[in-house]
């Protein structure tokens, strides 16, 4: 019984793709509102079942898959990710001419994979759970058949993915090697030894690896070109999910180290210097861009960066709570550009959007404020998130990364102010057509404007919860 406990959501996500796929075959049943519908079911069913868990515990398989507190708030966040792009998806599929079954199934096996990823200390199992993610997040990217950049987009995931794959692999190679394990509890580097070098290896290996899901520099290259060349919706996922996936499996691997004193300063070295390169490159790289999706790309390698800073200080309670801000201000911004977007081409370059605050008030207002949040603006929660950061990271003796990541937010109000200030201040040029009749998307706004102002009001009660979740870490 505790064994079928610790699978309800994972069986709930992959039952409703299967329905929903089996759906798609059927003339009666495959209606884009059918499918969708089942597809929320599918994902509430898995949110109930995950909330039951908590404080519980439970494991299968041997304990390699156990839903401890930490697991469970991801998938929290996972399952609201899907949720939300189910919705940014209904009208935009059918705008796009995309295939709905396809679409819906392959986004409930992405986040049923990022839920195995963080349900495990076991980093074999984390592989099974990146790839599971990974397959279909190659697909989802190349679903938009009319866009000669989908399949684009598709073929650089695809190609860049296998090499952080084979990076994967090969490091737990080397870690199986020396340690005889792949328990995260049991990864500690010997302090002497020639093992102790292999090891550090395949730990650099893994992070690589993870690296590339996270976005962070230099395995970031995909990203910008994911972002602009997948459908909307799909953006909007990735915005948040793998970030998150990836953030817990990196605090898994290196909370240990910390808490038994092994801080290897290598290991903090690399970090930090990859966090100053995500930070300064994502901020800079976005001030020459004209499309807005390519800006939030950039964007979301910044903040990447941020979150780092969290790791290399050993504060999992900050980057969880950055994570959950992240959430809504990514998904928001991209439904946001969704919303923007006319029924016939899908609008993007900056000049386009001019006067568009101006004639659709409640749109403008809600990007301005997630625009706000992201450039850390108080009272949002955005601002929240960068103080915790940044203030553990000064009392962990990290005043470098801290001074960085102010400066380069700084460098970040520029460019999204930039868009503020076209969408209020700038004469249109021509008519924007507007799609005024998508409730699903406003729904979407809305939620995820009520939450970057809560979290930045009224944090308490998912601080409460962050804290019950790091404790298992």
């Known amino acids: 019984m505790n064994g079928f406990a610790a699978l309800a959501p994972l069986l709930f996500l992959v039952g409703g793709a299967i329905l929903v796929l089996l759906l798609g075959t059927r003339r009666n049943g495959g209606t884009n509102s059918v499918q969708a519908a089942v597809s929320i079911a599918a994902i509430a069913a898995a949110g109930f079942s995950a909330a039951r868990l908590w404080g519980r515990a439970v494991r299968a398989f041997g304990g390699q898959l156990r839903f401890d507190e930490a697991a469970l708030f991801m998938t929290f966040l996972f399952l609201l990710a899907a949720a939300m792009a189910v919705l940014l998806g209904m009208r935009y599929l059918v705008r796009h001419a995309m295939p709905r079954g396809e679409y819906y199934g392959l986004l409930l096996l992405a986040a049923c994979g990022l839920v195995i990823m963080t349900a495990t200390i076991n980093l074999l199992i984390v592989f099974l759970g990146l790839e599971v993610f990974s397959v279909s997040a190659y697909a989802l990217s190349g679903l938009n058949r009319r866009d000669d950049r989908s399949a684009e987009a598709a073929a650089k995931y695809f190609l860049i993915g296998s090499f952080a794959s084979a990076f994967v692999i090969f490091g737990l190679a080397l870690l199986f090697g020396t340690r005889g394990s792949l328990d995260v509890h049991q990864l500690a580097l010997p302090e002497t030894g020639g093992s102790s070098a292999l090891a550090l290896t395949g730990l ?216 503020v200030r076209i969408m209020f201040m700038k004469e249109p040029e021509r008519e924007l057509d507007v799609d005024t009749e998508n409730p699903a998307v406003y729904l979407v706004l809305f939620l995820c404007l009520y939450a970057v102002l809560q979290l930045g009001l009224f944090p308490g009660n998912i601080i409460t919860l962050i804290r019950q979740a790091t404790a298992s870490l």
């Open 204 to 419: 650099a290996l893994v992070v690589s690896g993870l690296a590339f899901k996270i976005a962070l520099v230099p395995f970031h290259m995909y990203q910008p070109d994911v972002y602009e060349g997948a459908p909307t919706p799909v953006a909007a996922f990735f915005a948040a999910a793998p970030k998150a996936a990836g953030f817990l499996v990196l605090l898994r691997i290196l909370v240990p180290h910390f808490q038994t004193g092994i801080r290897n300063e290598a290991i903090i070295e690399f970090l930090s210097a990859v966090a100053v390169a995500t930070m300064i490159l994502g901020n800079f790289a976005a001030l020459r861009q004209r499309n807005l999706k390519r800006i939030l790309a950039y964007s979301s390698i910044a903040h990447a960066g941020y979150m780092l800073i969290a790791v290399i200080s050993g504060d999992p309670a900050g980057l969880l709570f950055y994570l959950a801000n992240y959430l809504f201000m990514g998904v928001g911004a991209f439904a946001a550009v969704i919303a923007l977007g006319g029924p016939g081409r899908e609008i993007l370059d900056l000049d386009e959007f001019a006067g568009v605050g101006r004639r659709y008030p409640w749109i403008g207002g809600i990007f301005t404020v997630l625009l706000l949040s992201m450039a850390g603006f108080p009272p949002t929660g955005g601002f929240l998130a960068k103080f915790y950061v940044f203030s553990t990271a000064v009392r962990a003796g990290h005043l470098g990364l801290a001074i960085v990541g102010v400066l380069t937010s700084l460098v970040s109000v520029y460019y999204y102010l930039r868009i």
